[in-house]
Nanobody, 121 residues
Framework: QVQLVESGGGLVQAGGSLRLSCAAS???????VGWFRQAPGKEREFVAAFRWDGYNTRYADSVKGRFTISGDNPQNTVYLQMNSLKPEDTAVYYC???????????????WGQGTQVTVSS
C-alpha cells in the first residue's frame, strides 16, 4: 500500500516556475512514480515518471526541457520542478505510484488527491 499527498500548486504568471511535491508513505521500494495532469474537459495526460532509484525517467514531449522529476529518498518525496510555465500547463496535477514505468494512467495503482496549477497569460 502506498499513500500519496501532493502540494505546491498555485497561481503563477506565464514564464514563471513552480515546484510540486508528492509525499509518499508505505511500500515505496522499487516503486515507479508518475506525474499526470488533467485540464477541464480533457483527459488525464502523462507528464513525467521515474523510479525511486532515478532510473527509467521519462517525460511527455510537451514538457521536455521545462519540467524535471526528482526524488528525495530519505524524505520519501518526489518533486516536479516546472519552469517556463505556459497557460496550457494549467491543470490539476496528480502524482501516482505503480510497479512499472508507463505513460498510461491505468498502469498506476495509487493516486494522490491532486493539486491545482494555474498559469496566467
Amino acid at each position: 500500500q502506498v499513500q500519496l499527498v501532493e502540494s505546491g500548486g498555485g497561481l503563477v504568471q506565464a514564464g514563471g516556475s513552480l515546484r510540486l511535491s508528492c509525499a509518499a508513505s508505505g511500500r515505496t521500494f522499487r516503486t515507479y512514480v508518475g506525474w499526470f495532469r488533467q485540464a477541464p474537459g480533457k483527459e488525464r495526460e502523462f507528464v513525467a515518471a521515474f523510479r525511486w532509484d532515478g532510473y527509467n525517467t521519462r517525460y511527455a514531449d510537451s514538457v521536455k526541457g521545462r519540467f524535471t522529476i526528482s526524488g528525495d529518498n530519505p524524505q520519501n518525496t518526489v518533486y516536479l520542478q516546472m519552469n517556463s510555465l505556459k497557460p496550457e500547463d494549467t491543470a490539476v496535477y496528480y502524482c501516482a505510484a505503480g510497479s512499472r514505468s508507463s505513460s498510461w494512467a491505468g498502469a498506476y495503482d495509487y493516486w494522490g488527491q491532486g493539486t491545482q496549477v494555474t498559469v496566467s497569460s
